[in-house]
């Protein structure tokens, strides 16, 4: 929890550290323009492609866990901050292919959106199968406080990548068994931590509230991101009850607000104890007896016990125990070699060495390891569909100044300006461009003028969403050739599911969802546009008063949800208004 480092330069800190895998690993290769690590030697035709990523800062994970019998990739963002979707998506472009991809991400909100518009956008583009594997692992937030958004991912994210590699190595192993496999650990799995004090990210100002060093407080259940806790123990607890508190959180099944896995019933049980970068090796090797003791004394055997720095929070001076309920083959998978120098050091043949030429792969421009095969067949009235997109957009824009004040009201008044400036994009790219009349190749654009003009979550969430749909037409076009209203619900209702993959948010939780949903249901059961708007209109009114589940109408005062409806839901109403108009 050091002020001082030897380098503030952040942003060169994170590509060196990268970069410093391929001179340890002769068989890795580093993307500079993706901040992406990844295995040289991978069919992607044949074998599954395994990837992680998160921001950077919680080093070895994820890129230093890239090599044989562990991860065929790693995309890292800056110090605690998602990588992009075009970082995301061009990884699996170079690496990707036809036995399908599989991203597991820790559960954190920026890297879900991200991650999710990436895997829509591959779909669409590619028509390859990817899928998304989350963890969240925490149990020192509960369900009460964590609410809709759920736990967050922790040290357990390195097992699931560990078993995923392993098993990736079997013959004939499928993508659906991967899959599976990667959720049911993931749902397995209990961490809690505890640090002495929060972490200074190299080149940032000391924020407010640094920890003090010659504090005598210990934060239990505090963040990889500094996040806090749940409780804050002062003094200081000794070393035997911090691991007694710590394990009651991990263990007991009388705590209905953390009681997430049982594991009386366990056929094996596997124990990480995991470095936060601050700790000592002397240190944590005292720790890692003392909770192993404290098990054995629950009459709770240990299959296997790992310690060691896997996932960090910088150089933070903490520690977390994660417990991974398994079986046999789970376990033969944890003892499985890797050459990932995160997980242990590996050693190659003189010949691997001499064959190596270059670390660092050149400049990616533009995806070439897939094949970009869109056209849909699915045509567009492009007149008809200029006017219509056209009246959405102007409409949005109308009610700009009507959304931003119920956004001064209830959010950070900036959702009316968003919607805006994507609404004045896509108006130049109608003007401007001459509109594919292929669906799907026009849906992508728009997804893309999206992502690069609308910011925040909003963006992303719009993103998403084109996406899906854009998904969805790739889908319905190798059964259907005409492109109605009826094809159009089935699209709108398969995107819709994809997003409500990337949040947890829906109808009844004060969100663009209260519009979204509702006009989807009515427009996919056949009942017409007017009917669905009108839906959606009714979903928008319902908004006023309701209690907020997310965002930061979450922290306003209850007495402004009366005053004004969802300022995200208003602008899908506009959107949704204004198609209906341009009919």
């Known amino acids: 929890m050091s002020t001082r480092h030897f380098t503030h330069d952040a942003e060169n800190l994170v590509l060196d550290s990268l970069e410093s895998l391929t001179l340890t690993n002769p068989t890795l290769r580093f993307d500079k323009i993706n901040k992406a690590i990844f295995l040289a030697d991978h069919n992607p035709a044949v074998d599954v492609t395994l990837i992680a990523g998160g921001g950077a800062g919680h080093e070895p994970a994820h890129s230093g866990y890239v090599g044989e019998g562990l991860l065929i990739a790693a995309i890292s963002g800056s110090i605690f901050a998602s990588p992009n979707v075009s970082q995301i998506v061009n990884t699996i472009a170079r690496v990707g292919g036809k036995a399908g991809t599989i991203l597991v991400i820790m559960n954190y ?188 004394l629950r009459n709770i055997t240990i299959s296997r016990v790992l310690s060691g720095t896997f996932m960090t929070s910088l150089d933070g001076p903490g520690f977390s125990i994660t417990l991974l309920k398994a079986t046999s083959e789970i376990v033969e998978y944890i003892d499985a070699p890797t050459s990932a120098v995160g997980w242990c050091g590996p050693s190659f043949a003189p010949s691997v060495w001499e064959n190596q030429s270059s670390r660092q792969v050149s400049v990616l421009n533009e995806p070439k390891a897939l094949e970009v095969t869109i056209e849909s067949g699915f045509k567009l009235d492009v007149s008809a569909f200029k006017s219509k997109v056209s009246q959405a957009c102007k409409n949005v824009i109308a009610a700009e100044p009507r959304i931003t004040h ?52 909003s963006g992303a969430i719009y993103s998403i969403f084109f996406a899906g749909l854009a998904s969805s037409l790739r889908i319905l076009s ?99 208004e204004g198609l209906a108009q341009g009919l």
Not at 420 to 438: H, I, M, Q, T, Y
Not at 439 to 455: F, K, P, Q, R, V
């Open 109 to 296: 909100t920026g890297d879900i959106f991200h991650f999710h518009l990436a895997a829509e956008k591959a779909r669409a583009n590619y028509g390859v199968k990817v899928e998304i594997i989350v963890v969240g692992d925490d149990v020192s937030v509960g369900r009460e406080k964590s609410g809709k958004v759920g736990r967050r991912g922790l040290a357990g994210t390195v097992l699931v990548n560990k078993i995923l590699g392993a098993m990736n190595k079997k013959p004939a192993v499928s993508f659906e068994e991967l899959t599976s496999m990667g959720r049911l650990v993931a749902s397995n799995l209990v961490t809690v931590g505890a640090s002495l004090g929060h972490v200074h990210i190299p080149g940032r100002e000391i924020a407010n509230g640094f920890s003090d060093p010659k504090s005598e407080q210990l934060e239990l259940g505090m963040g990889i991101h500094n996040e806090s806790g749940s409780r804050i123990l002062s003094p200081q607890p000794d070393l035997h009850s911090l691991i007694e508190m710590m394990l009651d959180q991990l263990l007991s099944m009388n705590d209905p607000d953390r009681a997430f896995v049982d594991m009386q019933d366990a056929e094996e049980i596997v124990l990480l104890v995991n470095n936060l970068g601050g700790v000592s090796v002397l240190e944590l090797g005292a720790i890692t007896k003392g909770v192993v003791v404290a098990l054995k």
């Open 406 to 457: 119920s956004d001064t009201i209830v959010g950070d008044g900036d959702c009316g300006t968003t919607l805006a400036r994507g609404a004045e994009a896509v108006l130049a790219f109608l003007d401007s461009k001459d509109v594919n009349p292929d669906a799907l190749i026009t849906l992508l654009h728009l997804a893309n003028i999206i992502e690069d003009n609308m910011d925040g979550t």
């Open 478 to 576: 190798s059964s259907l050739h005409t492109l109605h209203s009826e094809t159009w619900g089935h699209a709108a209702k398969a995107a819709l599911s994809q997003l409500q993959l990337a949040t947890p948010a829906r109808k009844g939780d004060r969100t663009l969802m209260d519009a979204l949903e509702p006009f989807i249901e009515s427009f996919a059961s056949g009942e017409g546009l007017e009917k669905a708007v009108a839906k959606a209109k009714s979903g928008v009114e319902a908004t006023k008063g309701m209690k907020a589940a997310f965002g930061r109408a979450v922290y306003v005062e209850e007495t402004a949800w009366a005053i004004v409806p969802d300022p995200g839901a208003e602008g899908v109403l506009c959107l949704l």
